[in-house]
């Protein structure tokens, strides 16, 4: 048993209380607990023991050799014991282990994200299936779709190009970062209004590249008059080939 204790996502805070093995199923059913005795309103962040009552989250895990591995997790609802607070009921949260609503486990979710990120969808399903790990081509795409960007600190130089949300239907812009060629953001048109709010909310930028479209240069005039507008190089030379043709 201390050895299943071990392969828990945390054994601080979860009791092992039984382990069965469905041979039809290919899968290790885990029961275990929350021993927390004290916890905090996601509201108001006040603390409490007082117990409202039971309940059973089945939530699937990383696989144990050639089983998939499936938590039954028993947590608890609490009162919350601040008069003042909006929440008067709510359920336990283990923020470490799994997410609130969740239905795989924080590290199984990082795992599959490692490998829609390394393989993509239908590869990343493939590979996930000769790993023991269930998933589809689209939970991986979903998971790499939630990674957040990075948080653009002191923006100095940027590039800005529409593309597909949907293709000859809907378009939005990308702005990415050209000093470290990282995505900062997508906005959710290509329109000169939503890239001008961009730039204002962001201000510092001084160069910025572009195609030639008449949107994006009174995009940038109005959000960063001061920034320098330059072609990509990309759009440079795909003129220049058009044009020689």
Same mark, same amino acid.
């Given at each position: ?7 828990? /996502? ?8 039984? #382990? ?10 885990? *029961? ?9 309103? /996601?509201? #108001? ?28 997790? %028993?947590?608890?609802?609490?009162? #919350?014991?601040?008069?003042?607070? $909006?929440? %008067? +009921? ?9 997410? &609130? ?5 924080? %590290? *199984?979710?990082? %795992?599959?994200?490692?490998?829609? *990120?390394?393989? @993509?969808?239908?590869? @990343?399903?493939?590979?996930?299936? $000769? ?15 939630? +990674?957040?960007? /990075?948080? &653009? ?5 940027? @590039? ?7 293709? #000859? ?13 990282? &995505? ?34 009174? @995009?940038?005039?109005?959000?960063? &008059? ?20």
């Amino acid at each position: 048993m201390e050895v299943l204790k071990s392969l828990l /996502p945390d054994k601080n805070l979860l009791l092992l209380e039984s #382990c069965n093995i469905d041979e039809e199923r290919r899968e290790v059913i885990v *029961l275990v607990s929350s021993v927390q005795t004290a916890v905090k309103c /996601p509201v #108001c962040n006040e603390a409490t023991h007082k117990i409202h009552s039971h309940y059973e989250r089945k939530i699937a895990d990383l696989s144990w050799a050639n089983y998939g591995t499936l938590l039954q997790l %028993r947590v608890r609802k609490f009162f #919350c014991i601040n008069t003042e607070c $909006k929440r %008067r +009921i709510f359920t336990e949260r283990l923020t470490d282990i799994v997410a &609130p609503w969740a239905r795989r486990t924080m %590290r *199984l979710a990082s %795992r599959l994200t490692a490998i829609g *990120l390394a393989s @993509g969808g239908a590869a @990343g399903f493939r590979l996930s299936q $000769k790993l023991g790990l269930n998933t589809s081509r689209n939970t991986l795409l979903n998971l790499v779709r939630r +990674i957040p960007l /990075p948080s &653009p600190d002191s923006l100095k130089i940027i @590039g800005v190009d529409d593309f597909c949300f949907r293709k #000859c239907k809907t378009y939005g812009t990308i702005v990415v970062n050209l000093e470290n060629n990282q &995505p900062v953001t997508l906005l959710k048109d290509r329109s000169s209004e939503t890239l001008s709010s961009w730039l204002k909310e962001n201000p510092g930028i001084q160069i910025v590249s572009r195609d030639r479209a008449k949107a994006y240069e009174k @995009g940038i005039k109005e959000g960063a &008059p001061d920034a320098i507008q330059v072609a990509d190089r990309f759009h440079l030379l795909q003129n220049f080939s058009s044009n020689a043709l």
